[in-house]
T-cell receptor
Framework: DSGVTQTPKHLITATGQRVTLRCSPR?????VYWYQQSLDQGLQFLIH???????AKGNILERFSAQQFPDLHSELNLSSLELGDSALYFC?????????????FGPGTRLTVT | GENVEQHPSTLSVQEGDSAVIKCTYS??????FPWYKQELGKRPQLIID?????GEKKDQRIAVTLNKTAKHFSLHITETQPEDSAVYFC????????????FGGGTRLMVKP
């Protein structure tokens, strides 16, 4: 157990819908990273938040957005869902704002879009 | 941005043999190279990392080597065991701020008893 929690574990929804994935970082960690893992794309960095502020964006679609709240938990919002959005979504947390500090991954949320 | 290539995509070894996974990166400014292990259905976990000021780092049966001139780094697992079977990912920072990681495509290692 890494100390990072993610809810829900599984999510099945239809195309065009909107979902929210939630992540709680390890106690004391200020950084939250979101990743998408699909069979053909591997692990893709989406976005990074540090202490409530967005610090970096990867190949995140405009239909996706995220935020980190004052209690440091983070939410990833996915809207106008498409079949290709089906994937495993991981969040990771670290103490600092740079990747040189170890990232601890949560168990992931498996999203299935039908 | 950084581009990380990882080879091989699959690797099958006999228990007790060594396994080597190689990654190349494109950005010569990259200075931190972690390796993650992901067992089936589980989260990625950091197993070892190396910074650009050293050429090799060992932790029991696992070692990582870095060749900055050639821009490649490798994971070495000795005396492999069935529990080493997993997908292994290398990564490198994607930006100068060092807060974005680009991952390699992964290597599925199978250790046959």
């Amino acid at each position: 157990d890494s100390g990072v929690t993610q809810t829900p574990k599984h999510l099945i929804t239809a195309t065009g819908q909107r979902v929210t994935l939630r992540c709680s970082p390890r106690s004391g960690d200020l950084s939250v990273y979101w990743y998408q893992q699909s069979l053909d794309q591997g692990l893709q960095f989406l976005i990074h938040y540090y202490n409530g502020e967005e610090r970096a964006k990867g190949n995140i679609l405009e239909r996706f957005s995220a935020q980190q709240f004052p209690d440091l938990h983070s939410e990833l919002n996915l809207s106008s869902l498409e079949l290709g959005d089906s994937a495993l979504y991981f969040c990771a947390s670290s103490v600092e704002g740079q990747t040189r500090s170890e990232q601890y991954f949560g168990p992931g949320t498996r999203l299935t879009v039908t | 941005g950084e581009n990380v290539e990882q080879h091989p995509s699959t690797l099958s070894v006999q228990e007790g043999d060594s396994a080597v996974i190689k990654c190349t990166y494109s950005d010569s400014a990259s200075n931190y190279f972690p390796w993650y292990k992901q067992e089936l259905g589980k989260r990625p976990q950091l197993i070892i990392d190396i910074r650009s000021n050293v050429g090799e780092k060992k932790d029991q049966r696992i070692a990582v080597t870095l060749n900055k001139t050639a821009k490649h780094f490798s994971l070495h697992i000795t005396e492999t065991q069935p529990e080493d079977s997993a997908v292994y990912f290398c990564a490198a920072p994607q930006n100068t701020a060092g807060n974005m990681l680009t991952f390699g495509g992964g290597t599925r290692l199978m250790v046959k008893p």
